[in-house]
Every structure is written in structure tokens, then in C-alpha cells.
């Protein structure tokens, strides 16, 4: 029995570093989506508060990943206003543990206010 446990766990342990040695080949696509905000309790005081962001990406060499993303929040809450964001980003992924290092830009607009946010992250 103990065998068997072993060998069921080289197993998995082949399958998945095989899968994570593939998902970083030049040609493979990312896209992703979030929704937040949205509570399942609801009373009169509460306004309507709600979240969404696109993500989308391509590998264009093995390793290096260029990705596009959006950005929308709206909040009912009176003098808070809606936030946009749109942003592009290059990630370099490091295969033997799976981390990135990415860095880009991203353009945020809520009601008057306007900025442009470059940005360096480790993921």
C-alpha cells in the first residue's frame, strides 16, 4: 500500500511540473476576468457597489508575456465617484518556481481626476 501511495505521488508530481513547464511557450494566450463587490445581503442604507476587470495576454517568446487589462468601479456612495483604469504590462516569468517580474503603465481616471501610474511588481 505504501508503494502505491508512492508511486500515485510521482505521478501527480510528473504531471504537474510537465503543465507548469508548458504554459510559458511562445504562442499561448491568458485571459481573465473579475467581478467584486457585489454583497448578497442588501438593506436601504446600502448603495449598489460593483467592481469589473478584464485581463488578456500573449506570449510572444518563450517566458515573456505582454498583457492588456481594464478596469471599471462604480460606487452609489454620494461624492465617491466612478474609477476607471486601462493599463498595459510585460511580464517575465521564471519557470523552475513559477514567479514574474513585470513591469508597465496604466492610465486611471476618476471624475476630475487623471494620472499616469507606471509601475515594477513581482508576482
Known amino acids: 500500500m505504501l508503494r502505491m501511495k508512492k508511486l500515485v505521488l510521482a505521478a501527480a508530481a510528473l504531471l504537474v511540473s510537465l503543465g507548469a513547464n508548458a504554459q510559458f511557450e511562445s504562442g499561448k494566450q ?7 463587490g457585489l454583497n448578497l445581503s442588501y438593506n436601504g442604507s ?6 469589473v476587470q478584464a485581463k ?16 471599471y468601479t462604480h460606487s452609489g ?8 483604469s486601462a493599463g498595459v504590462q510585460a511580464r517575465y516569468y521564471i519557470e523552475q ?15 476630475s481626476y487623471n494620472d499616469f ?3 515594477v511588481e513581482v508576482g
Open 46 to 51: 446600502q448603495d449598489l457597489n460593483f467592481g
Open 97 to 111: 518556481n513559477g514567479l514574474y517580474l513585470g513591469f508597465g503603465a496604466k492610465v486611471v481616471h476618476s471624475g
Open 77 to 84: 456612495q454620494d461624492g465617491v465617484k466612478d474609477y476607471f
Open 117 to 119: 501610474m507606471p509601475g
Open 30 to 36: 491568458y485571459c481573465g476576468a473579475s467581478l467584486t
Open 56 to 71: 488578456a495576454g500573449y506570449f510572444v517568446e518563450d517566458d515573456w508575456m505582454l498583457l492588456g487589462h481594464a478596469e
